[in-house]
């Protein structure tokens, strides 16, 4: 496959501009990035077809090898057509923007900037959280016929527990205990 340095070339500075102008806070900005990046998509598509070959019309005298791929044609027309509705979208917002408030600018917003300006820690998601997360507090337990403390109820779930007895308990035919 031959690659063509001058396409990459103007695909890379497209690439570069439209990033530079979608960080800035001007919205007529943002959408010209939009469309250097939505045209150097193209650009880069278009490279990924290879050569230019003849046109994908079947004919039987010409061998496979010599068609164009129509597959990047067809994504191509589709990018065209996913830009252009961004474009009339992004459009549509600075036009608003400008009706409603005569600039073209983004302003702070109070609230991201409160927001930015409190401390990473969050006392409720980062407090240590107790073994205990009940609402009901277990006082104590019946394990095998016996109650005890809650702390060895817990420390039931271990494996190894010597808080029951390993004696199997005794069943009458009703079900009942011993």
């Known amino acids: 496959m031959s690659i063509n340095l001058t396409l990459l ?18 919205l007529t900005r943002v ?4 469309m250097l990046l939505a045209n150097a998509t193209n650009l880069l598509i278009l490279a990924t077809g290879g050569y230019a070959g003849l046109a994908p019309l079947f004919a039987k005298d010409i061998p496979a090898q010599d068609y164009n791929d129509p597959l990047p044609q067809a994504l ?3 990018s065209i057509v ?9 459009l549509g ?8 408030a005569r600039q073209d600018d983004i302003q702070d ?3 991201d900037l409160r927001v930015a300006e409190t401390p990473s820690f969050d006392a409720e998601d980062d407090a240590e959280v107790p073994a205990e997360t009940s609402e009901f507090p277990l006082a104590a337990a019946i394990v095998g016929g ?3 403390p809650a702390e060895d109820a817990a420390a039931e779930e271990q494996p190894g527990s010597l808080n029951v007895d390993p004696r199997p308990i005794k069943r009458s035919p009703e079900g009942g205990g011993e």
């Open 93 to 100: 917002i600075i036009y608003r923007t400008w009706v409603l």
């Open 146 to 148: 016996r109650e005890i």
């Open 31 to 34: 959408l010209l990035g939009l």
């Open 76 to 78: 191509i027309l589709t």
């Open 82 to 90: 996913i830009s252009f509705a961004v474009t009339a979208f992004m």
């Open 109 to 111: 917003d109070v609230e």
């Open 9 to 26: 070339i103007v695909m890379g500075a497209l690439y570069a501009c439209g990033i530079y102008l979608i960080l800035e806070r001007s």
